[in-house]
């Protein structure tokens, strides 16, 4: 069921029905509501990984217990072993293992051994890298004792599986989300508009935006040889929006719906094409994953407290590890290591937090400065997006050949049905409508707001007359496969 | 509570409303398309004995005047630019769905890039949304996964795209007028054509094929021989080396069900870049000789 289905359209409107209209007296009532939603929800998926995640649910509520109840140091680290170990083997085996496999038989293939290979035949259960990532921080919460765990099942079981983040995160942490939970959530009329608001947005960004560019950039990315070095450029250009559109959109209508429940989720994008540096752009993309790596890998490393080397070693397997975490495929690990090189000149030169604030701020216009650092920002993070869309690595430096080819100068081709003329027109409008609103949550949170009714319900019309023209065959979101 | 699902009600009944507004760009929208064949196919006005199907190889290297007028049978012309062999499939069961059934049915086939995944010929549902206040089209987008049936019923904007809304009258370009017997030949050479023949020898590979384009290639065979029509798929000549494997590889497809219609490569006018749109299409003058060399395939079989 995505959420840009006709299913999820009619899904919605009747968990919401009967979680304020017939549950809303009992708390206890409108958590096992939101419990089975949510496994009806993943079902829809797949039902068979269904025993998987409630597995997994179970393993870390009951650890969480024993960490909490051990009578020694020896078992509360031994309780948590397990959950951690537990719960990575599950993701190494779905979604690492053919991959190691196959590395490994091409590595003694060089050495001339030739290995037949064990690769399996696996299915990659949707949303394993996020339940899974949800499970280990509330384990390692409770082992570092900044939580205590909860004794209430049904509340951890939502705490994992909330129907909104289940198969893309927001990666929440059980400090943010299970108080929440846990307690009695009231209606507000403000917070649900604004959760619509933000579906809506989400939704745009999703098809209009991201499916229209996802044509254009597959079609020049599955046949490298037969494109000009500008198509390719528009390609990469059109797969920097698709992704950030796809995933950014998927986070808006999360965090959109499960406002509409009463319910806060981490904030996961913050416009992060407006960035004047690579460290500004890892503060304001997939927050999430970047704050979870921060937390539970960077600073038990020892974090930037150490000399430069050390810095430079745990900047390296932070970006490594977080290429990994998207996919067994080198690509994604270049993709993770270049964001590395990148990041590391600013590092050295201790300019990592010069732009924690957000650009231009009370201006309408960024500094000539600021735009050129903008620019080369995105063009630096559009040459790695390449890396993450390709095949392989082969694949890539194939792409990057074309690219940079005498042809870079002439004029694109039209490989889609929408022309990318319309396009650029279509990512101007988005970009023009997130500048003006990039002080706030999300793009569209103020605009029009304090307009009559008219010009705020015309221009939400805009939007919702473009997602049907722009509507097409639904497109999964592409973090559903990580 | 009560207030959030009345504004909401309220919000979407004014969407509704609004909605059944944008039926006016629906109805108009096919009149501002300048080729008209597909339109033609489902009012069924299509009443040719011989109907050529095909992408811009088919549109540019066949004249079908030259057809009628040579064989006294009325030939027609329904190849379009950018289409692959689904779109071919979908006009002939339209065709014959509303039209009357033709004696002889003409393919001409993109060789080697018939049936691979290649951008660059693909389904054209551009040409079908012109069109959508037909039922036909509609369903056809329906069965396609491009657009959901009640969602359809519901709204009449599920029922567009960009297309329905350039409301403006379209006018044929040097490179893509449509003549009234449907074919697109032009007779210039394009800036990009360099005369150079490539004759670099690329390998055919049935991995490499498109699943959908098969089967549409094979349920357009089926077509013809479940309907009596006689099939021929015919090569056009390339300013290119192209590989053997591949029409080998459409011969077998066919397993007998089609004759295989062949250009002349000793010809020394296919050997003549002056005869060359570009690199896969004719000029007019070397269109002409093509299509003469099907008419005689024709009087033959």
Request: charged share 20%; proline share 3%; net charge positive.
């Amino acid at each position: 069921m995505f959420f840009n289905s006709l299913e999820f359209a009619i899904f919605l409107p009747v968990v919401f029905i009967l979680y304020w209209f017939v549950f809303n007296k009992n708390l206890t009532y409108q958590n096992i509501l939101l419990l089975v939603a949510s496994y009806f929800f993943y079902a829809y998926w797949d039902y068979r990984f269904l025993a998987l995640l409630f597995f997994s649910t179970c393993l870390d509520f009951f650890s969480g217990l024993q960490i909490e109840s051990a009578k020694s140091q020896r078992m509360r680290t031994f309780w948590m072993w397990l959950s951690v170990l537990v719960n990575l083997s599950f993701l190494g085996v779905f979604k690492y293992y053919n991959f190691f496999a196959a590395s490994f038989a091409d590595l003694l293939g060089e050495f001339g051994v030739k290995t037949d290979l064990w690769t399996l035949k696996i299915i990659l259960p949707v949303g394993i890298s996020f339940y899974t990532f949800h499970g280990l921080s509330y384990i390692l919460d409770i082992y570092k004792q900044r939580i205590t765990p909860t004794k209430n099942f049904v509340d951890y079981a939502v705490f994992v599986s909330f129907f909104p983040l289940l198969v893309a995160g927001p990666i929440e942490r059980a400090t943010h989300l299970l108080p929440q939970i846990e307690k009695p959530r009231n209606f507000s009329l403000a917070v649900a508009k604004d959760g619509l608001r933000q579906i809506l947005w989400g939704l745009f960004k999703k098809i209009v935006i991201a499916d229209t560019c996802a044509e254009y950039a597959n079609a020049a990315f599955n046949n490298p040889l037969d494109h000009s070095g500008s198509t390719h450029l528009v390609g990469a250009v059109f797969f920097a929006f698709q992704i950030y559109c796809d995933f950014s959109g998927y986070s808006d209508i999360a965090l959109g719906c499960a406002r509409l429940f009463g319910i806060e989720l981490l904030r996961n994008f913050a416009f992060p094409y407006f960035s004047r540096d690579i460290a500004e752009f890892w503060r304001r993309w997939h927050i999430s994953l970047s704050k979870w790596f921060r937390d539970y890998l960077y600073f038990p490393l020892g974090g930037s407290k150490g000399g430069t080397w050390m810095k430079i070693r745990n900047t390296f397997i932070i970006f490594l590890v977080s290429g990994f975490w998207h996919g067994a495929n080198w690509t994604f690990i270049v993709w993770g290591a270049l964001n590395a090189f990148y990041f590391l000149p600013l590092m050295i030169l201790d300019r990592n937090r010069d732009n924690l604030d957000i650009v231009a701020v009370g201006r309408t216009l960024p500094t000539l400065k600021d735009f050129l650092n903008i620019a080369v920002t995105f063009l630096l993070t559009v040459f790695a997006w390449i890396f993450f869309r390709a095949n392989s690595i082969h694949h890539a430096f194939q792409y990057i050949g074309e690219m940079f080819s005498k042809s870079m100068f002439s004029v694109p081709e039209q490989l889609s049905t929408v022309r990318w003329e319309i396009l650029c027109v279509l990512i101007a409008f988005l970009m023009t409508i997130e500048w003006f609103g990039r002080e706030n949550r999300y793009g569209i949170e103020t605009t029009f707001l304090k307009k009559p009714a008219v010009l705020r319900w015309g221009f939400y019309y805009l939007i919702i007359t473009m997602m049907f023209i722009f509507s097409g065959k639904e497109q999964q979101f592409i973090y559903f496969q990580f | 509570m009560k207030q959030f699902l009345k504004r909401l009600v309220i919000f979407f009944i004014i969407f509704f409303i609004i909605d059944k507004c944008f039926i006016v760009v629906r109805n108009v929208s096919a009149g501002f398309e300048a080729d008209k064949r597909l339109e033609q196919i489902i009012n069924k006005q299509i009443d040719a004995k011989i109907l050529v199907f095909g992408s811009s190889r088919g549109a540019r290297n066949v004249i079908a005047q030259q057809i009628t007028d040579s064989l006294g049978k009325k030939a027609f012309n329904l190849s379009y630019p950018g289409s692959n062999i689904e779109f071919h499939d979908y006009l002939l069961e339209q065709t014959l769905k509303f039209n009357p059934k033709p004696e002889t049915v003409i393919l001409v086939v993109d060789g080697a890039f018939e049936l691979p995944e290649l951008a660059s010929i693909k389904f054209r549902y551009d040409r079908l949304f012109p069109l959508v206040k037909y039922e036909p089209v509609r369903e056809t987008l329906v069965e396609k996964g491009i657009k959901n049936k009640v969602m359809m019923k519901l709204f009449v904007l599920h029922q567009l795209n960009l297309n329905n809304f350039l409301v403006y009258k379209k006018k044929f370009s040097s490179i893509d007028t449509v003549f009234n017997d449907g074919s697109m030949p032009v007779s210039f050479q394009s800036p990009k054509f360099s005369g150079y023949y490539d004759a670099t020898t690329h390998n055919y590979s049935i991995a490499s094929e498109d699943k959908i384009k098969l089967a549409a290639f094979i349920s357009f065979i089926d077509r013809c021989n479940k309907n009596n029509i006689q099939l021929i798929l015919a090569f056009p000549p390339n300013y290119f080396h192209s590989p053997q494997a591949s029409s080998d590889r459409l011969e077998s497809l066919a397993a007998g069900k089609a004759s295989f219609m062949f250009y002349d490569s000793s010809r020394k006018e296919f050997r003549d870049p002056a005869y060359y749109f570009d690199y896969s299409h004719l000029t007019r003058k070397g269109a002409v000789i093509f299509t003469e060399e099907i008419i005689s395939f024709l009087k033959k079989h």
